[in-house]
């Protein structure tokens, strides 16, 4: 396949994508940012500020400004661009007041966590502002804190850095390792502990943590949100004529990397493609998808001048690919294949891993090497695996306790060590590109 020829259709996704970019001012002059639903499990719903209320959220549903996210058994995660992350605990309500940026570029983030308990892992390239109950933080450096607001009781817990906190009990700065807490009843009147009290969820928070700086290691994308997921679910390789290309694990033949998620809609952006797969953030919205001969579908890093709504691809005559027309006619969220599959809390003792499923159904976190198991997959077609919890202790020794680090945009990824927990057995037929 040559990679100086573009096929029709490929010009045809790009015209798309340019005038869904020129309707959007906001996107041209960069004012405007669209942030990623990095992971959804148990119940989850969405209002994208349409006027339509809420609806089931997906992983890799972009984020814009003005929309609300609201957990109810389950749990979210929000990734910002430079790899900053917001993370939500059942029944909490966050509204994404402002996600803009100024004339010189600087990126604007401004949430409002309206009730339950929500933390936040922020790295510090740029500022952020968070409301809680009636009061104000705000930092301009790297912190990480837990915010716990309800009508009669707030608090705030910083485990890392510190925070400028205002509100009608007056300004103060809070630092590491203290918690403010704040008497709804009385005009939020704050008192300062110098400690923090362990909440049940800290651990899932902390090892959410470890998991992006371990998979993260070493981005050469200006970008960080997503790479995590690339370097935890597939691998890099250097094809000879394309450069540098990635591909996700357990593809299986007849796999095409859009035939799975969701077409959600936007007011004042239109459709734009969600992925189903727990890595499908950046391999959607820059690069560009080529099947390679032999090795099947794979990304091209690159394009990261331009966010795309609908990914693009090289189209080929040489195997079937999911048409990538957005919906016309409506505004509800409109399913591809299997629609954005979801992760659910309650993972049972086993599950099969099959060939084609390209890590569907696999939390991060929960099993070890995928490399060493993508083999198995591709020997036999399928394998049935005993998964840790996401993120839970177990899983996090297992994952990291005996491996290198895999590899980023800078080259070909190594391999995990076997993961304790994460006993893999496999029989049946079938094939894996890899």
């Not at 959007?24 to 990095?38: E, F, G, M, N, T």
């Not at 933390?119 to 740029?126: A, S």
């Not at 080929?316 to 599959?341: F, M, Q, Y």
């Not at 927990?421 to 894996?432: C, F, Q, R």
């Amino acid at each position: 396949m040559s990679t100086a020829s573009v096929p029709r259709i490929t010009l045809i996704l790009f015209a798309v994508a340019a005038c869904i970019l020129i309707a959007l001012p906001a996107l041209a002059d960069s004012q405007v940012r669209i942030v990623r639903l990095s992971d959804v499990q148990g119940s989850v719903q969405i209002d994208k500020n349409g006027g339509l209320g809420f609806e089931n959220a997906f992983v890799n549903l972009p984020v814009v400004q003005g929309a609300q996210l609201r957990t109810r058994g389950g749990r979210a995660e929000v990734e910002f661009e430079d790899g900053s992350s917001l993370r939500l605990a059942p029944n909490t309500l966050v509204e994404f007041a402002k996600l803009g940026a100024d004339d010189s570029g600087k990126r604007i983030s401004h949430i409002n966590v309206v009730e339950g308990m929500a933390y936040v892992d922020w790295l510090g390239k740029d500022g952020l502002t968070v409301d809680f109950s009636r009061e104000t933080a705000s930092i301009d450096h790297a912190a990480h804190f837990r915010v716990d607001t309800s009508s009669n009781l707030s608090s705030l817990a910083i485990f890392k850095g510190d925070l400028e906190v205002e509100g009608p009990s007056g300004k103060f700065a809070l630092e590491k390792k203290k918690t403010a807490t704040f008497n709804g009843a009385e005009d939020d009147k704050y008192t300062i502990a110098n400690k923090i009290q362990e909440d049940p969820l800290d651990s899932w928070d902390k090892n959410a943590i470890s998991y992006h700086d371990q998979y993260a290691k070493n981005n050469s994308s200006p970008y960080g949100y997503g790479v995590s997921d690339l370097n935890y679910y597939g691998s890099y390789s250097n094809v000879p004529g394309y450069g540098m290309m990635w591909q996700p694990f357990f593809t299986g033949v007849g796999w095409d990397p859009f035939m799975d998620g969701v077409w959600g809609f936007y007011p004042g952006f239109g459709y734009m493609f969600a992925s189903a797969y727990p890595w499908g953030w950046m391999p959607y919205r820059y690069g560009n998808w080529m099947l390679i001969p032999g090795m099947g579908w794979m990304w091209q890093p690159g394009g990261w001048n331009m966010w795309a709504p609908i990914p693009r691809y090289t189209a080929t005559t040489g195997a079937h690919v999911t048409s990538l027309v957005a919906p016309t006619g409506t505004t509800k969220t409109v399913a591809v294949g299997r629609g954005g599959v979801g992760t659910s809390t309650m993972l049972s003792s086993r599950f099969v891993v099959n060939s084609g499923s390209a890590g569907i159904g696999i939390p991060r976190g929960s099993l070890g090497n995928l490399s060493h198991l993508n083999h198995q997959v591709a020997k036999s077609g399928f394998a049935e695996v005993r998964p840790a919890p996401q993120f839970s202790s177990v899983s996090h020794s297992a994952s990291y306790g005996t491996g290198a680090s895999r590899g980023s945009m800078a080259g070909p990824s190594g391999s995990m060590g076997h993961a304790s927990p994460a006993g893999h057995t496999s029989s049946g037929g079938g094939g894996s590109h890899h």
